[in-house]
């Protein structure tokens, strides 16, 4: 027993002094003793998610405010302590704002919001002042001077975590070479044994942000990361919640909070693609879970035992003959005109004649009366239900079901509709009762119904009910009858609905993502992909990939692979993570890339990048380290992976291609003039000219230059079996003359004589000009492979 169970002992009062001893706690002291949940669980990566957290919040700041960011991130080094200052060039933050943005947890502006934005809780950059006062007890040093004002407001604060209030120590004004923008310094005790994790931090967030700049200056290093495009992200737009994103207990304290009055109303108002027609088809849903639907059976043959007009005759008295013989009479041809009928639409009939006839003949057809024709209409049309059902369930089986064993069946579900009953039913009241008829069945009958053939029988008395016309209720009594909010959840959930919108999201693009790994990577190949948005939880999202290959890249190990949510990297926790996940399970042999063991990261130069856009990323955890392993993400992920390694198969392919083509033509390149000397030697005759003989056997696109008394021929003769589109370029010394088809631009003393010829397969082009004969020539041909080109200009 511990010291405190000891103190207690087993007497009377133990609730009450446990009481005593229960508080609630602040969320910042939540997190004071919790700080690993938010990335703070070391020194090293404590430093590293300080800056991250920094980062973003200046990122964020300078989009929204439609400003290229700026920032500065430097990291001074005091023995056991660092000291981070992180500075932008955004909109900065207003005096009244500034404590409780960087001094309270959970405060921020876009929690509620559904459109993408790095940060949501409001817990960050606030979370990295708890984790400097914590470990250096020194308080959070910010600077912000907004757009117009003349000075910058400075504070010193700290959190004071039994209350989640700033604490504020210094409030002053100050001046500061910014015009605008924000400063934070913090000193933590912290070290950099996660060097490398902060520069791949930095790194990979220029690749995936090319609209800002970036200076990261720490104790041993000083990088600059250069922005490679003018173009801000897309501004977003924030979007109601889908109908397919909701939970039961969000729907009902939305339909309590509601200004609607109407289900319709509702859902038109508070959700996104939700319109009249949308609207209407939730509420056909909503009735027939929450009413289920009416049973519709035959009307009875004028043949028949079953006889509607004289079973109404019998049930209507003293109304007089004409009346009641018109009354019967239309209400029987009426049901008749119906192929089936439920017993709604009968009461319907009864009402609607009743009104007529008490017009014509002037005698009035009260409830009672009508009530009881109702119900004697009813007992008529539904005489005969096995009959009715042994048809539905005969053509719902296989035809090897017997016909004894279909009566049986038949019968048993006949029961299940008691004489006189409206015979409403939802869904799953038909499923329970086929079951229980197949299940009899199977037992007293010696038959055999299966789930198919249980399923179709269902469908089949699904689609004969007929949908009722009940008013659904106020939104009002939804919120307050948990039933029914289920109901209409399901029904949302059932009814096709437009995906939600993609304005709330701003992507990269494909353009971007190429543009980030050309800034940051010198690679030979670059390849990406943008997806369409799909859609997890009512939350539209998009994913985007990237592929670097070759060049400078490293060899010799696995991929390089890059992570990102909403544009912020996620360094740690790879291995725990759906993106990770994803790329182990792709086969990559299948694109060129070696793959011990046919699963896993594959080995190469190679840096694959995957960018996550949504409203919601569903992360495993507070820290934002890992995408959860939700199916329609880690689906969305492998088809914008394989798009981009399409190319990069491509590439490969080809490459290799070139490969084998230039070791087949140094082969031949060394066998050719032996063989020329040998026939010459042999045959007595001149010396065989080979020259170009080599482009005609390899089918190479050959390009001569022949001069003559100022006269200048260039050749083009396409040995491929493909047109060549051909970009030619003379860089010569002297101004030339050319005919009309060339175009001529004078630059620095030199003139470029530019063609952009197409030769057909087989077919040679003559390009001429006139130059001095003491002018220089330099030519460049673009268009076509360097291993598929032969140009000789010796002359």
């Known amino acids: 027993m511990t010291s405190y169970q000891s103190r207690l002992g087993g007497g009377e009062g133990v609730a009450e002094e446990l009481a005593e001893s229960q508080r609630s706690i602040s969320i910042a002291e939540f997190f004071e003793k919790n700080k690993h949940m938010l990335g703070f669980d070391s020194g090293a990566r404590g430093l590293v998610t300080a800056v991250k957290e920094g980062v973003d919040n200046s990122l964020d700041a300078c989009e929204e405010a439609g400003i290229l960011p700026d920032i500065y991130v430097e990291i001074q080094e005091n023995r056991d302590y660092y000291t981070l200052i992180i500075e932008d060039n955004g909109p900065g933050i207003t005096k009244e704002q500034i404590p409780k943005v960087f001094g309270k947890l959970l405060y921020g502006s876009r929690f509620h919001k559904r459109e993408q934005a790095r940060g949501q809780q409001g817990i960050g950059i606030s979370a990295a002042v708890l984790y400097s006062q914590l470990t250096s007890g020194k308080p959070a040093k910010i600077t912000s001077r907004t757009q117009g004002s003349d000075e910058a407001e400075y504070f010193e604060l700290i959190i004071d ?207 009672t009366v009508r009530e009881k024709a109702r119900d004697a209409a009813w007992d008529a049309i539904t005489a005969e239900r096995e009959s009715d059902l042994y048809t539905l369930v005969d053509d719902a089986t296989s035809t090897r079901k017997d016909d004894a064993v279909l009566q049986a069946i038949a019968e048993r579900l006949a029961d299940k509709f008691e004489p006189g009953d409206p015979h409403r039913v939802t869904h799953e009241d038909l499923e329970k009762l086929v079951d229980r008829a197949a299940d009899m069945t199977e037992d007293r ?103 670097a290959y070759g060049g400078e ?72 380290d890992a995408v959860a392993n939700v199916p329609e993400i880690e689906h969305e992920i492998e088809l914008a992976v394989r798009e981009a390694a399409r190319e990069l198969k491509s590439y490969l392919k080809k490459r290799r291609s070139m490969q084998q083509r230039k070791q087949k033509q140094d082969k031949l390149a060394t066998i050719l003039p032996e063989m020329a000397e040998k026939l010459t030697a042999v045959t007595g005759e001149e010396e065989l000219n080979i020259d170009n003989t080599l482009a005609r056997i390899m089918n190479d696109v050959l390009v001569e230059r022949e001069r003559e008394n100022g006269s200048v021929e260039v050749i083009v003769e396409n040995n491929d079996d493909r047109n060549a589109d051909l970009e030619i370029t003379e860089i010569v010394s002297a101004e030339p003359e050319t005919n009309g088809d060339a175009q001529v631009i004078e630059m620095d003393g030199e003139w470029f004589i530019k063609w952009e010829p197409t030769v057909e397969s087989g077919e040679t082009e003559t390009l001429s000009y006139d130059l001095p004969e003491s002018a220089e020539c330099e030519i460049s041909v673009d268009g076509v492979e360097s291993e598929k080109l032969t140009v000789d200009t010796d002359q």
């Open 161 to 367: 975590t039994d209350t989640n209030d700033p604490e504020i120590s210094v409030e002053e004004t100050t001046s500061w070479d910014r015009t605008h923008g924000t400063r934070i310094e913090l000193e933590m005790e912290a070290n950099m044994r996660a060097r490398q994790q902060l520069h791949d931090y930095m790194q990979h967030t220029a690749v995936v942000n090319p609209h800002a700049r970036f200076e990261l200056r720490e104790p041993k290093n000083h990088f600059k990361y250069e922005r490679a495009t003018d173009q801000l992200p897309a501004e977003t737009k924030e979007i109601r919640p889908h109908p397919h994103g909701v939970e039961l207990g969000t729907l009902i304290k939305m339909a309590e909070a509601t200004d609607s009055y109407s289900l319709s109303g509702f859902l038109q108002e508070e959700f996104t693609r939700v319109g009249q027609k949308t609207a209407d088809s939730v509420i056909d849903q909503f009735r027939d879970r929450e009413f289920g639907r009416g049973m519709s059976w035959h009307p009875p043959e004028a043949h028949e035992e079953a006889d509607i007009e004289a079973a109404v005759t019998e049930a209507v008295s003293n109304k007089g003959a004409e009346a009641t013989t018109e009354f019967a009479e239309t209400i029987a041809d009426r049901i008749a005109e119906h192929d089936r009928i439920a017993h709604h639409q009968v009461e319907e009939i009864v009402e609607d004649v009743g009104d007529d006839v008490q017009v014509e003949y002037g005698t009035t057809f009260g409830g």
């Open 445 to 547: 009958d010696d038959a055999t119904f299966g789930d198919t053939a249980r399923e179709n029988i269902v469908t089949a008395l699904w689609e004969a009910a007929v949908r009722v016309p009940d008013e659904p209720p106020h939104i009002s009594g939804i919120g307050d009858d948990r039933d029914a909010a289920s109901n209409l959840l399901e029904a949302m959930r059932e009814t096709d609905i437009i995906s939600p919108p993609t304005d709330c999201l701003a992507p990269i693009t494909d353009e971007l993502v190429e543009a980030g790994l050309r800034k940051e990577y010198d690679a030979d190949f670059y390849a990406a992909s943008t997806r369409d948005a799909s859609v997890h939880g009512g939350d539209p999202f998009i994913v985007e990939a990237g592929i």
């Open 553 to 624: 890249l490293e060899d010799g190990g696995k991929v390089d692979v890059m992570r990102f949510a909403n544009r912020v990297p996620l360094v740690y926790q790879r291995g725990a993570c759906a993106t990770t996940d994803v790329l182990k399970d792709i086969g990559w042999r299948n694109y060129n890339l070696d793959q011990p063991g046919g699963s896993g990261l594959p080995n190469g130069p190679a840096v694959i990048m995957v960018h996550i856009a949504s409203t919601n990323v569903p992360f495993t955890s507070e820290s934002k």
